[in-house]
């Protein structure tokens, strides 16, 4: 499999759809480069690759916090009444407001963008949402008393409290160990299907994309672009747990390793000439 | 720290106190040292057995003594009003100067060299302006409140990471409500993390303030018994504005901590 165009990106209806983007920090090389990728409706894509190959920077431009030097970000029209809201992301690092419980930084989507929402149905949803991540019984505390795998599983209702059409995930679980990670994929996707949001995951994991996604895009060395697309065969209904012993699990993940190992080496040759992780704001996932 | 530990630590503190005061009263009466050093005479260092009894005269008003609480409310309620108006103004300067960069780029020299500018030598220009009165102790308070309150108002402002505003905008936030939420509580949380130093420095210059312009304060009082040579009164006062710091300090600290519980460890 070689470098593969998304012709079909608006044909099929898509979302969103990144147009034959091209990116780069002001002054420098391009950090992707001719890249077009759609998100169909209620899809999960993983993104994987080598660090420093624009995963990231791919995120910031779906959400329009990074412009395309070239190509461009579109959005299909929202058929739903009322509109859905766009588009959250849940980032690497924290980004839960110390001084509001639980239950306030889960809505706080209604708050900033001043949605006006019936009290017993804002209510109603949040007690849902927080029933469904197993957080029972935080509600009322503070992020600084909660563990590390519940205040992602805090950051991730807040993303999803309003349903957006599209959420963004920045990997999202690196900082968590394994068996806490595993534990909050099954929540995540039984969540993310029910609610019929679109995702795209970035992620250093390959079992977590291999577990998560409906699709897989492997992007190339810098400057990114799609070296690869798999389709997973889980269908909408997931026991994560046992996908990881699945035969398909198992030979994608080989499979993915193999075509992370070739980028990753090229990405080595490469870096005589730049470091691959040190383009300016690496840390923060983007220009600002 | 195990139980044991902490009452040796007590009982050497004790002692160590008792071994000042012992030292304090006695070692005057050694003429040996007192002719020798200043240090050691009585008249200027005084004592602590007269200075408990200056205490008490000053508490009650006796033996021609004035009484101690209206100075000490004249000075306290200064430095509280002082530092109450310091903070809101200095919050109120770093929620606007942390929220634009180009106003902060604009006014950030003015702001650092007015803080380099020692305030003390503005106040016989205060007490020109507003007279010897309550209003100049306030404005000397405010004035070195403001600095302290601000540059964290600003730090506060400015040290929010990036992912948090960008998350805020992303939820749909406008900047109105990106201030409103979360810059505004993140300033006010610097600002009253900096509580117990912005009421020590108000009381500090409130005092400097009475020493210099004569309002009738404790500095006043201090600034008398100085130039009419009573050591004695002098230790007095001062050791109650010691106490009464001490003691605002504590109450501040609790207030703080209560305020922000959700800071964590």
Redesign the interface.
């Known amino acids: 499999m070689t470098a593969e165009t998304d012709t079909t990106a608006l044909e099929r209806r898509d979302v969103v759809a990144l147009d034959d983007v091209t990116y780069g920090y002001p002054g420098g090389p391009n950090v992707i480069e001719g890249l077009s990728l759609g998100l169909a409706p209620g899809e999960i894509v993983c993104v994987v690759g080598p660090s420093g190959c624009g995963k990231t920077t791919l995120l910031t431009m779906l959400a329009g916090l990074a412009k395309p030097r070239s190509g461009a970000v579109r959005w299909s029209p929202d058929p739903a009444k009322p509109a859905r809201h766009p588009l959250t992301m849940m980032f690497q690092k924290d980004t839960l407001l110390p001084w509001m419980t639980t239950e306030d930084n889960i809505s706080l989507h209604f708050r900033l963008s001043g949605t006006q929402l019936r009290r017993a149905d804002k209510a109603g949803r949040i007690a849902d949402l927080v029933e469904l991540a197993g957080l029972k019984g935080a509600e009322k505390k503070y992020p600084y008393q909660l563990s590390g795998g519940m205040r992602r599983r805090v950051a991730f209702l807040a993303a999803v409290a309003s349903r957006p059409r599209v959420l963004l995930l920045d990997e999202p679980f690196s900082a968590l160990d394994e068996p806490t990670r595993i534990a909050i994929h099954q929540d995540i996707f039984d969540i993310v299907k029910s609610q019929g949001i679109s995702v795209v995951l970035v992620t250093h994991d390959i079992g977590e994309a291999v577990s998560l996604a409906d699709r897989i895009i492997v992007l190339t060395a810098r400057p990114g672009t799609i070296y690869a697309t798999h389709h997973t065969p889980f269908g909408e209904q997931r026991d994560i747990t046992r996908i990881r012993q699945h035969p398909d699990f198992l030979s994608l993940y080989a499979r993915l390793w193999e075509q992370l190992e070739v980028q990753v080496d090229s990405a080595r040759k490469s870096s005589s000439s730049f470091d691959p992780d040190l383009g300016p704001h690496a840390e923060d996932g983007g220009p600002r | 720290m195990s139980v044991g530990r902490r009452s040796a630590v007590l009982a050497c503190q004790v002692l160590l106190t008792a071994a000042m005061l012992l030292a304090w009263q006695y070692l005057p009466k050694v003429g040996w040292l007192s002719s020798r050093s200043h240090l050691f005479d009585p008249y200027f260092v005084s004592s602590p057995t007269q200075v408990a009894k200056a205490l008490h005269d000053l508490a009650v008003g006796a033996n021609g003594s004035p009484k101690i609480w209206p100075f000490l409310w004249r000075t306290m309620s200064a430095s509280i009003l002082g530092a109450s108006i310091g903070m809101i103004l200095g919050a109120a300067a770093g929620l606007v100067l942390s929220n634009s960069p180009f106003v902060s780029a604009v006014v950030r020299p003015f702001v650092v060299a007015a803080n380099a500018t020692p305030r003390v030598t503005l106040i016989p220009v205060i007490v020109i302006i507003a007279g010897t009165s309550l209003t100049a102790s306030v404005i000397i308070g405010v004035l070195v409140v403001f600095f302290v309150a601000f540059f964290n108002a600003y730090e506060g402002g400015t040290s929010i990471?990036?992912?948090?505003i960008?998350?805020?905008k992303?939820?749909?936030?406008n900047n109105w409500?990106?201030l409103r939420?979360?810059r505004l509580?993140y300033v006010m949380?610097w600002t009253f993390a900096g509580l117990p130093l912005a009421i020590t420095f108000s009381v500090i210059s409130v005092v400097t303030g009475e020493l210099l312009d004569g309002y009738p304060g404790m500095g006043q009082l201090i600034a008398t018994a100085t130039s009419t040579g009573q050591s004695t009164l002098t230790f007095a006062t001062t050791f109650i504005l010691a106490v009464v710091g001490l003691a605002i300090v504590i109450l501040s600290d609790q207030a703080r901590d209560r305020v922000l519980?959700?800071?964590?460890?």
Do not use: E
């Open positions: 990471a990036p992912q948090i960008d998350n805020a992303l939820l749909g936030a409500r990106v939420y979360i509580p949380a519980h959700w800071w964590g460890k």
